[in-house]
């Protein structure tokens, strides 16, 4: 495959990504808001805090998964294929914790949850678990493959590899850890 073919290829997956993820968020918030004013008896499930907590946790993990994307696509439409500069990965850090903060809150809220089992219930932990399993793909390992060539790669690597933001988050901080004591860790 020529090398024009495949920047176009990358080019165009990443677009796919990113926008995918974006509208995904979107659509979720549109449905939210349609199933509240369409659907009678939603409201318990949709209103509630916990379920609100939910929504609006997976909300910030799509986004910052579609705003990953997008740098990703907006590099190699400018031909670079390099990680992204550490501003960004910065950027990216901050937000692993943050989720990861939210995260344990949201177990919290889940265990409060168990205890009352409260009518939003199952609904809050289908949000939640979905929350969660985006933050995993994003920061820890990839558990999304879409294509058959993606899925035969997946059956013949033998398990789950790191993510790409993982892997470029590693090497930001293996350069941070670096960058303060002089020698590599």
Known sequence: MSKKRMHNKVKKKLFGLFAGEWFAALMFAVLWVLYLYLLEGF??????????????????????????????????????????????????????????????????????????????????LLLFSFAVIEHINYYHIRLSYMSVEEIKEFLAQKGFRRSLLAKELKKYHRAQVKGKDGRPQ
Do not use: M
């Not at 670079?80 to 990861?100: E, G």
């Open 43 to 124: 409201e318990v499930y949709l209103t509630s805090a916990p379920s609100l907590y939910a929504f609006v946790l997976l909300e910030w993990i799509l986004l910052q998964g579609g705003y990953y994307w997008f740098l990703k696509w907006r590099q190699v439409k400018n031909k670079s294929f390099s990680s992204l500069p550490d501003h960004q990965l910065r950027l990216f850090a901050f937000f692993k914790k943050s989720n990861l903060l939210l995260i344990c809150i949201g177990i919290l809220v889940l265990i409060y949850q168990c205890c009352v089992f409260a009518a939003d219930f199952y609904w809050f």
